[in-house]
């Protein structure tokens, strides 16, 4: 075959962010965008601030026929010199125009900056969660991806990066904030990393330089303050994209910043400008410079902020956390960008691609954690409607129950005090009502319903395509539900397993089956629902 050998390989692999963003346009296509619920990619659905439009139309009004021609490999001055005037101000770091490269977003900045830097085998040293791409990008200069891990918190662990770092190490990169996490460096870390990168660059004989990718700047919550790596140690290079904070992701426009201090600081802004050009990017698209400049231009004047709402983000967030919390995962709030990085709730023995497979059949799309150097996570991108993120909410829920399920409090829930007997065999659980139920007995007592000790049983039945349902609503109920065919509750409570019936959802059967005897009791707002046991008997 005349594909390279590394390249197969990728193809092979491909990206698990675009896989499930394509798993995604492949079910909108069966089921309507409606009925889907993709929280695959990074992709900004707030619009871009409002003076863009006016400034892009004004700007292709112009009648210049140097609008769409080449430019300096390095940039347009005019964007270079609004980019290094802004960065100054907000990060109290003396940048020129200069020390500007105006990129094709922040993956053009790192390609050039990582083909400035790297000899072959040199390391590139990540904190995980890092963002995938990293490994690629290294890959394509020489380099190779290295990864140490976060502490539990999501904050950088400055002990276990002394040990990280070896002779080997060119590149230390960092993306505040996170991608997935959301997490934000303090100050004072990043001078403590800072102070780390020199001393071990004196050990070592050579500079280790800071590579800090910072497309979510913009994107910070609740007032929080995004420290500059760049002002915390010489050898720095920022790269950034406008992606995010303007909503510009297919425009392809950014840039990388080198601190004045950089070694070698002549020789590396010039490698800057020729990586860009030997790549194939030549320079940033033209029209995206000038439109920059221009917005930038207009907010150091005190015009308008050249940003999208980050409200509009926080608010998704919000909404999202909330929903997630009461269905009872585990997480850290984001302090920026438009990730949620929950735990996958595995306490019941799990995998994390079954749990993903079963928010795939809630038609629930999200990227695993592994891709980002930390199985045990999963990564929702919030950056959607608000509609997406409600529609979703009772298929998470359905599943958010696991670690209730399984976890030290599983008889504690809200309203519901169930307690288990001898269970074994398949269980049953709707997402829109209590559902356990495995095996021959389980005791059960509910506010204002029965008392404790009361006994909800089954009895034996030959007839697995009927439904049984006894007694009132003020009492403990009788069911048998077959776990094929349509069904109903009985009395006032049909509604219970959806109007077509389809109460069972496939990834609970099957967790049932891999894992009998563990699946116990979950909880919501209808009575009791379920039990079915081929040979069940009253007890």
Known sequence: ????????????????????????????????ADKVFDFSIGNPNVP????????????????????????????????????AARL??????PVEAKHIVVTCGAAGGLNIVFKALLEPGDE??????????????????????????????????????????SP????????????????????????????????????????IYLVSDEPYRKIAYDGANVASPLASYGNSIAVTSYSKELSLPGERIGFAAVNPKAEDLDYLLGALAIANRILGFVNAPSLMQHLIAHLIGEELAGGQAACVDVGIYQRKRDMLAKGLAEAGYEFAIPEGAFYLFPKIPASGGITDGE????????????????????????????????????????????????????????????????????VKGRAVLSRLCIGVFVGNR?????????????????????????????????????FLIPLSGKGSCGGNHGACLGAEGNYLPKAWQELARRRPGKLQVAHSVCHIVVGYGQHARRT
């Open 124 to 165: 590139v040293l990540a904190v995980a969660p890092y963002f995938l791409e990293y490994g690629f990008i290294a890959d394509n200069h020489g380099g190779v991806l290295k990864t140490v891990p976060s502490k539990a918190d999501f904050s950088l662990d400055l002990e276990a990066i002394a040990k990280a770092l």
């Open 1 to 32: 075959m005349a594909i390279a050998k590394k390249m197969r390989k990728f193809v092979d692999g491909g990206s698990m962010i675009r896989k499930m963003f394509e798993e995604g346009a492949r079910l909108k296509a069966l089921y309507g």
């Open 88 to 93: 100054s101000r907000e990060q109290k770091v």
């Open 442 to 478: 389980v005791q059960y007592r509910r506010e204002n319903r029965g008392k404790a000790g009361d006994l909800i049983h089954r009895t034996p039945h030959s007839g697995h395509d009927q439904d049984v349902a006894t007694g009132n609503q003020d009492q403990p109920k009788e």
């Open 168 to 207: 080997r190490t060119k590149i230390f990169i960092i993306d505040t904030p996170n991608n997935p996490t959301g997490r934000i460096y303090p100050e004072e870390t990043l001078a403590a990393l800072g102070a780390l990168l020199s001393r071990k660059g004196d050990e070592f004989g050579h500079a």
């Open 48 to 83: 871009p601030p409002e003076n863009f439009k006016k400034a892009l139309l004004d700007i292709v009004s112009e009648d210049s026929p140097n609008l769409h021609a080449y430019l300096p490999n390095a940039g347009l001055p005019a964007a270079r010199q609004a980019i």
């Open 355 to 422: 749990f993903l497979s079963f928010l795939r059949e809630e038609n629930i799309l999200t990227v695993p954690g592994a891709g980002f150097g930390a199985p045990g996570y999963f990564r929702i991108a919030y950056c959607v409607e608000e509609s997406v993120i409600l529609g979703s909410l009772p298929g998470f829920d359905s599943h958010g129950i696991v670690r209730r399920l399984f976890g030290p409090d599983v008889f504690h829930h809200r309203r519901a005090h169930l307690v288990p007997g001898h």
